[in-house]
């Protein structure tokens, strides 16, 4: 195994500023042409072959070791939210109501650092490394997109890596899990029709209002009820809408939510429990439910002898850490459509500080993380990439 915590150390400076600099300058899915823009560059000063337009505003590039070998994909993420920030660090997002309050600033500027590590030692690789720099992961589909464009093919990977800083860990713990690490995602949307009418007349009306709320009551033992206690799934309603005046119960009210899942199973067993929950609860109250859902990502599924190879490069690089094999999160992340036919790993590096206060969560307008874990995710990231290419 080799160490590059040094040369990641070294190029901590590079690593920062750029991370600040697309924290200041945020850009939400499929917009990130700036920040596109830069990563390009950096990429193509490297000398390396460069491709811009991939999945949008996504680039790809290729570094090609001294001899033949196996094509390793590593991927980083680019795109920021739509939320206003409320940090008040001196590099706060310039763009009002655009933050990067996930971390992938970071990421995309541990990619650059990881494409400089590699770039020097490629004479000990024996094979391609293909960095992917996507956009779009919140949702939007930008790991559709780019597969789409064919980052995929040409040359096609035989394993895979990405990473993500991890704000519910502190700086000094590492996340690295065989198996499902990252749930499958499902949106829905669920219309309730009923009969409108007067507030002061309600036995006048079929009240989609009382319905939704009974749905969303009965929905609660999907989970509770019929899912074995020893897996896992979230059923969650977010959005309820329907009426405007104090006085009149509208025809329609809709509701929204997020359904979250590890298995293929249960994510049938909730799918179905939720189709008949919704239609027959609504029904038994005199109203008509519609449901419609939306797959957004599967579930990420870490390779088992992918993940104990990086364990083993984790605990000898950082043997003080906390090397953690069992961290799961409801969370999704559209890296598992990449996965899904290449073997690879999805692993997180602890980045809070609870005692600087760099511990909000993620997607919170307060975030932002403990620097120092850049280094550290950028040495780890290198040297897996070599030990798997040597």
Known sequence: MINFIPEAEELFAYTQDFRRDFHRNPELGFQEIRTAGIVAR????????????????????????????????VRFDMDALPIQEETGAEYASQIPGVMHACGHDGHTAIGLAVARILESHKQELSGTVKFVFQPAEEGLGGAQAMIADGVLENPKPDLCLSLHLWNDKPVGWIGITPGPAMSASDRFQLTIKGKGGHGAAPYLTRDPVVAGAQVISALQNIVARNVNPLESAVVSVTSMTGGEAFNVIPEIVTLKGTIRSFSPEIRKIVLQRFEEISTGVAEALGCQAQVEVWPVTPAVVNDLKVSNTIQSIARFLYPEDVIDNQERTMGSEDMAYMMEDIPGCYFFIGSANHEKGLDAGHHHPGFDFDESALPRAAALMSSAVVDFLR
């Open 42 to 73: 950096e990429l193509t000063d490297l000398g390396l072959e460069v491709t811009t337009g991939v999945g949008k505003t996504g680039v790809v590039a290729t570094l090609e070791g001294a001899s033949e070998g196996s094509v390793m994909l």
